[in-house]
Structure formats: C-alpha cells, structure tokens
C-alpha cells in the first residue's frame, strides 16, 4: 500500500471508530450503572435511523438529527419508568429477556410504521462532496463523523468529572447499594443514565442514514457491534469503549485495505476473542474481585424424573396415530429444541456459565452430518451418529478459553466464536454451501414416512434429556453445581473447576449437536441461520421462559416458545411485537419461570 493509501484508510478507520463508539456509548453507560444487559440498545439504535428518515422529509437532515435522537431519549424513558424500574433487582439473564422482547415489539413497531423495504437516508445538505488529501477523494462527511466520535468522548468525560451528576453516575458504578444508602435517589439516578443512553443510541442511528440504509435488521447487528465493543473496552468504562472503538474500526479498515474484506463478517468478534483470552477484563477494565462467599441462591434441583417421564414419553409414542403431518412436524420441532435448550440450561442453571452463542454448536452439529451425507455419501445413521462428536470437538475447543473467563465477559466470549463459526458457514461456498447452505438432507428410506422420524426424533431427544437429569444428579453434577456457588471452596476441597466447566461445556456442545442434526435431516436443508446469533437468543428464550433454577423448566419454555411462534405467526400479523408483549407479561408476572408454577399446580 502507498502512503496515500494507507491515510485513507487509516482515516476511513477513524470513521468507523467514531460511529462505534456513538453506538457503544450509551450501552456502555447504561450497564455500569444499572447493571442492565440492554439488549433492545441495538433497537433504539434502529429507532434512530427511521425516525430520521421520516423526518428529513419533512424538516430536513439537520433538524431530524436532533429531533430524532430526543424521541428515542423519549422512548428509552418510557421504557425505564415503565419496565426496567420492575427488574433492577432480577437476575442480569431475566433482564436480557425482557430487553430481548423490546427488540420484538420495536421491529414490528417499525414495520407498521415504516414497511418491509429499506428506507435510504438522503446526504447532508453542505457536506456531499469530497475533499481532496493525499490525491485521494474522501467524503466530507465522514469528516465530521470522525470529529463528533472525539467531542462526544469528550463532553462525556467532562459531564462524569466536573459535574455533581456524573460523581454520582461514576459512584453508583463503583457500588451502587452504597450510593442507595448514602440518600441518593437511585430512581431518578437511572432513569437519567437510560435516557442519555438512549439518545446516545438515538444521535448514532441518525447520523448513520447518509451511508447506510435503516432496515429491520439494523437492530440485532448493531446490538452485537455494541456489545463487541463495550466488552473488549472494558464493562462501564466510556475510555474504554472509546478505545475499543478505534481499535476495531482501524483494524477492519486496514483488512479492507489489505484485500481480506471476507474477514470484517467476523473480524469485531475475533479482535473481542483475542482481547478476552489476553486479558480477561477488557483493555481499561478492571478483574473482578474473587467471589469468597457462596453465589446467588439457587434452589436444589429435584430428582430426575423417572416412571413419570417415562410415561410421557410413551404417550407420545402414540401421537402419530392420532394427530395430522402438521402436527407432527411442530412437535418434532418441540422435541429437538426441548433437547437444544435443555443443553444450554446445563449451561446456564447448573453450570452458571452464560452462554450468548450456544447455537454455534448446534449449527456444528447440523453441519457436520450434512457434510458428512452430502459431501462424503455418507449413510444417514453414521452422518447423524457424527454430528455430536463435530460438535463437542468445538465445544472443547471453544471452551477451553471460555472457561477462564465468568459473567457477561464469558457470555460474550461464547457469542464472538458462534459468529467466527457463522462466517465461516456463510462464506466457506465449497464445503457449507455459504449463504445458499446445504440442500438434500433427507433421512433415510426406514426413516422418510413423518410418523418415523416422529418417533426416532422423540427417542434419541427424550434419551439425551433424561441422560443429562441424570448427570446433575451424579458426582459430577454436584461438583459443577459447587464450582458454579462457590469456586474458591470447591478449588479448596480438591475440585477442579475448569477441568468441570470444561467438561459441561463438551457435554452442553454434543447434546445441542445432537439436537441441530436432527434438525437437519427433520428440514432437508441447512442454512447459516442454525448457527446465527438469532437462534442463540431463541435458546435463551426458551431456557429464561422456562427458569434457569428448574429441572424441567427448558423443556416447558422450548415447548411454550415453538407453539408461541407457530400458531402467533398464522393468525397475527405483527406476531413478533405479540410475542414479544407474551414474553414480557411472563417476564413480570412469573419471574422464575413457567416450570414452577405448573410444578404448584
């Protein structure tokens, strides 16, 4: 590269960093106060970008930035005041549901409002054009995107420092029940931290729509960006995050320059995997203090169920002689997801390992029987048989560094190799197919009557759920329950936590591979969407619906979750934003999950 070249790109770097950070900013802000994993940040985000599209019409470019950037600060008070005021004092994995329902419900809000179709922002007025450096042509715009990322940083750094509300801000980061004790009005303290943050979120979008189109997928992609960065920068801390952001737009800039633009599909996420396994807190955070007492409360599981399993299991057996191909074809769908969800709680609830990329393994799984059949000839029953093992070989692999870290930073680990896997898939078009995927998958001649995949599907998913009961009731179920109370005493008494945490990770990736092959040969097809970022959410939905404390809860959730999806979809129009208002109302009404409530009844 020319030493021209080679100042575009480390300026269109500077751009790239300056539209992270005003996306990361606000996300960053609000979880070190509130603790909140906001995952609807990436919606307001979305929010931003159509308002002011819409606006521009009709006031203009300018004056829509502002303006828009106010009614998201509207819109993330509103939903303060009125939903996350209920849950400061839920599990951080309770709080992530109830975000996640927001994503649905300001979707469909945007489809009402706006339609299905791409909506293109138009140029800022005065700044269309390019200047001239270096002989090369770069838009003015984006020069000043590269001067607002620095003053925002800047005006964010002096209303932390200089003013009384930012000491208050930096001290309820610090130790928010202290803050609480010493008289500060905690309420209004968050309700201000999540409105800024939200018109932080807002401003970004909005300034985003001269070079990129609003859409209804902004919002997951840009929550993941965000994440990305507020991760690697370190949890809650704005220098960080600014940090981060430079780093990661430098580093795609110059991957772009480079030639190796297939990479930037992924890039954010390998930067976050090497920073995480380098140095676990992040580049400006700060290591968490060792936990010496026991964890957060959690109920003893209850004994696996035995004949009573059993006979749900043969009652089951029977539905094909009763019930239409429909039918079946949702309940083999319940039956594979019900396993999927049951893996990741084995996670999540006795494990105490958040995981944001559990579908990496099942789209692993799915993967690798596909390959296996489609690419190799081999028979159904030994690609399926394979499907585990691929998947439990990247489960060890990926796990291996997970397992140094805990909390959200382990959560986030998990999510950057899922979406290093699903670039891979969608752009490796030899071998995974790319983003056409994989087609043929069928089962085999004893298996292709729907009735007997039914019943093979119901068999190996109701085996591999009562295997993994059974596991949390032997030695080495006790030992991960005690790594995940108590870690420093359960080193102490000879345990090996990460040797255990290891462990559950290969056993969670097998059952969930287990889970995506089936899955495969249940659809014909596989695409990269079985390893996406979206499934993974699913996942959680179901285990959250269900309770994270029960033994029994994922089954529930996955059951309540696919039926929710199917029949919501065929009636209603906006099915997402009617799921996600379901999602919420079980969020507030039965904040341990549906599992107990029908264990009253």
């Not at 959690?298 to 539905?319: E, N, R």
């Not at 039956?335 to 990329?357: D, E, I, K």
Request: hydrophobic share 60%; net charge positive.
């Amino acid at each position: 590269m020319s030493s021209a070249s080679v100042l575009i790109q480390f300026m269109n770097g500077l751009t790239g960093a300056s539209s992270l950070f005003l996306l990361a900013a606000g996300l960053s802000l609000i979880f070190g106060v509130s603790r909140v994993v906001n995952f609807a940040h990436g919606s307001l985000y979305m929010l931003g970008m159509y308002l002011a599209v819409w606006l521009s019409a009709k006031i203009g470019f300018w004056a829509s930035v502002p303006v828009a950037a106010a009614l998201v600060a509207a819109a993330g008070l509103l939903i303060e005041v009125f939903l996350l005021r209920r849950i400061y004092r839920a599990p951080e994995m309770l709080q992530l549901l109830a975000t996640f329902a927001l994503v649905l419900i300001i979707r469909d809000f945007a489809l009402w409002a706006w339609g299905p179709e791409d909506m293109l922002g138009p140029r800022a007025p005065g700044l269309a054009g390019a200047v001239d450096i270096a002989g090369r042509q770069f838009p003015q715009y984006q020069l000043l995107l590269i001067a607002l990322g620095p003053l925002v940083f800047v005006l964010l750094h002096l209303l932390l420092t200089r003013t009384r509300w930012g000491v208050l801000i930096r001290a309820a980061t610090q130790d928010r029940e202290m803050t609480g004790a010493l008289g500060v009005n905690e309420r209004l303290l968050f309700t201000g931290v999540f409105t800024l943050g939200a018109a932080l979120a807002g401003l970004g979008g909005a300034l985003a729509i001269p070079s990129e189109p609003a859409s209804l997928e902004v919002d997951l992609a840009a929550v993941s960006d965000a994440f990305v960065v507020v991760v690697v920068g370190g949890l809650g801390s704005i220098p960080g995050a600014f940090l981060a952001a430079l780093l990661i737009g430098e580093v795609k800039a110059f991957c772009i320059g480079l030639g190796y633009s297939k990479l930037t599909l992924a890039l954010e996420f390998i930067v976050m995997a090497v920073v995480l396994v380098l140095r676990p807190w992040g580049l400006l955070g700060k290591p968490p203090a060792p936990q010496r007492g026991s964890g957060s409360f959690a109920p003893p599981l209850p004994a696996a169920p035995g004949k009573g399993f059993l006979g749900v299991v043969l009652l089951l057996a029977i539905l094909p002689l009763i019930s239409s191909e429909y039918t079946l074809i949702l309940m083999i769908d319940i039956l594979v997801f019900a396993l999927f969800a049951v893996s990741l709680h084995f996670m999540m609830g006795p494990g105490g390992m958040p995981s944001f990329g559990h579908a990496a393994y099942f789209g692993l799984g799915a993967y690798g029987a596909g390959i296996l059949f489609l690419r190799f000839a081999l028979p159904m029953e030994f690609a399926l048989a394979a499907a585990p093992l691929v998947a439990a070989a990247g489960a060890l692999f990926f796990g291996w560094f997970c397992v140094r870290l805990s909390g959200v930073y382990l959560a986030m680990l998990t999510l950057a190799f899922a979406q290093i896997a699903w670039s891979v898939a969608f752009q490796w078009d030899r071998v995974t197919g790319g983003s056409n995927g994989l087609i043929g998958t069928w089962p085999a001649h004893w298996l292709a009557s729907r009735p007997a995949y039914y019943v093979f599907t119901l068999m190996l998913c109701a085996s591999g759920i009562f295997f993994i009961w059974k596991t949390l009731h032997a030695p080495f179920g006790y030992a991960l329950r005690a790594s995940r109370d108590s870690p420093l005493r359960a080193d102490a008494i000879g345990i090996d936590v990460r040797t255990v945490q290891w462990a559950a990770f290969a056993v969670a990736g097998a059952f969930a591979g287990m889970a995506g092959g089936l899955y495969a040969f249940s659809k014909g097809s596989i695409s990269p969407e079985t390893l996406s970022v979206p499934r993974s959410v699913d996942g959680l939905v179901m285990v959250l619906l269900g309770g994270v404390q029960t033994l029994t809860g994922p089954v529930w959730g996955a059951a309540l979750f696919i039926w929710l999806e199917d029949s919501v979809s065929r009636n209603i129009d906006y099915w997402q934003a009617a799921i996600g208002v379901v999602i919420l109302l079980l969020v507030l009404a039965l904040p341990n999950g549906i599992a107990r409530i029908l264990k009253r009844r």
